[in-house]
């Protein structure tokens, strides 16, 4: 039972090139969702999803897509990426909303040069 | 939008020394969770309060909700090097909101 895996842990992108960073649990979450760490601002939401083919947006959605195909799979895309984007991404879910328990990823450290 | 603001925003205390991080809204929250983070990893649930007025004891830690479910406090009695973190709170309301985080170091 790995709970939820990110991947990858590091990534160093140019400005303007795309990406796409990968989340997976295997806890049969209904909920999934996409944080961003910076320091002095805690977590802000980015896109979240209620359940297998649905997405919603969050705090500060711009600049990033999602898409959520598989039950277990949550994936968030930079198309162009900018310094702005420099964070530490974090992927969560959880059982149902927003009263349950919100189990985390080990995070990705993105930067944007 | 709302927002939590969590005090003191850094704590560097003695082993063996009490603390309280105060987590404070305008907004009434329908639940209020804690999260301890560590460096390189994500945040863990240490508790969660529902009801205004209650207290919850976690070992040392005990976290109380306000009356009118707009705050919350977690205070640590005789802090020790492993309760070194970050500790984050999260209010329920439309959806889940995070505070900015106490950063505590204990030092041996």
């Known amino acids: 039972n790995a709970g939820v895996t990110q991947t990858p842990k590091f990534r160093v992108l140019k400005t303007g090139q795309s990406m796409t960073l990968l989340c997976a649990q295997d806890?049969?979450?209904?909920?999934m969702y996409w944080y961003r760490q910076d320091p002095g601002m805690g977590l802000r939401l980015i896109h979240y999803?209620?359940?297998?083919?649905?997405?919603a947006k969050g705090e500060v959605p711009d600049g990033y897509n999602v898409s959520r195909l598989k039950k277990q799979n949550f994936l968030l895309g930079l198309e162009s990426a900018a310094p702005s984007q420099t964070s530490v991404y974090f992927c969560a879910s959880s059982y149902r909303g927003r009263s349950y328990e919100q189990y985390f990823g080990p995070g990705t450290r993105l930067t944007v040069t | 939008t709302q927002l939590l603001e969590q005090s003191p925003q850094f704590l560097s205390i003695q082993e063996g020394e009490n603390l309280t991080v105060y987590c404070n809204s305008s907004?009434?929250?329908?639940?209020l969770q804690w999260y301890r983070q560590e460096p390189g990893e994500g945040p863990v649930l240490l508790v969660t309060v529902v009801t205004g007025g209650e207290v919850k004891k976690l070992k040392r830690l005990t976290f109380q909700f306000g009356d009118a479910r707009k705050d919350s406090s977690l205070h640590i009695t005789a802090a020790q090097p492993g309760d070194t973190g970050l500790y984050l709170c999260a209010g329920a309301g439309s959806r889940l909101t995070f505070g900015e985080g106490t950063q505590l170091t204990v030092n041996p």
């Open positions: 999803s209620v359940g297998e083919g649905t997405t």
């Open positions: 806890m049969n979450h209904e909920y």
């Open positions: 907004s009434v929250f329908s639940s």
